[in-house]
């Protein structure tokens, strides 16, 4: 909703995963705010040394140890994300989606003939119920729990074509051709829009999903 303050909900098992390791991390920084914020209060009303402290080495090897254990717990997790990130896994249908200034092109590889541009609806037309910035005149349409394979590259300067309920973000850069996959584990309406500082009309190339039903 429009009050929301936190990640949005997950629309992908990727995006799921993404929410779990955030959650873990700020588990871990929290607990390290609150013992470094306790030891830093106990030091300035504390005006008493204690001998054993002042020089030692095994208090010197614990707390180089434990930041250490510490930042594994963080890293393995992130590591095993970025692996899954990159993972291609046998799409069924593949996008190609090319950066404008300022808009969005879909091409439909697998099908002969379909590709559409996706403008953003100027606000004199939007309708009582459309979201000012995010809607679409033509929206990308794709079947959900469906392995997509999207192909993102642009036209003129660098774009990044972003979906933060799917937990993607991947830039379409001039002459290169980008890749990923994704799935939607639920139908709907997905907003996003361009992540990267475009040009003049940066704000006004939004991206609008509609995962549907493959049955309907």
Not at 18 to 33: A, E
Not at 49 to 76: D, K, N, S, V
Not at 90 to 117: A, C, M, R, V
């Amino acid at each position: 909703t429009w009050k929301t303050i936190m990640l949005q909900d997950s629309t992908s098992p990727l995006m799921e995963q993404l929410n779990f390791f955030h959650d873990h991390s700020m588990m871990i920084l929290v607990i390290i705010t609150i013992l470094v914020s306790q030891m830093l209060l106990s030091m300035m009303y504390n005006k008493f040394a204690h001998r054993y402290l002042i020089e030692g080495q095994l208090i010197e090897m614990i707390w180089t140890i434990l930041p250490a254990i510490t930042l594994i717990f963080i890293a393995l997790p992130s590591l095993r994300l970025l692996y899954i990130m990159d993972e291609m896994n046998s799409p069924l249908i593949s996008i190609k989606t090319i950066g404008h200034q300022w808009y969005w092109s879909y091409e439909y590889s697998d099908y002969k003939n379909i590709n559409f541009d996706s403008y953003m609806i100027p606000i004199n037309e939007l309708k009582p119920f459309n979201f000012r910035l995010l809607e679409v005149d033509n929206r990308m349409v794709i079947p959900f729990l469906t392995n997509i394979r999207l192909i993102v590259t642009s036209a003129d300067v660098i774009h990044s074509w972003t979906i933060p309920s799917l937990g993607m973000k991947i830039d379409g850069t001039p002459g290169r051709l980008n890749q990923t996959t994704f799935s939607t584990n639920r139908t709907g309406i997905l907003f996003g829009q361009c992540s990267e500082i475009c040009g003049a009309n940066h704000s006004f190339m939004p991206i609008m999903i509609e995962s549907i039903s493959p049955k309907f």
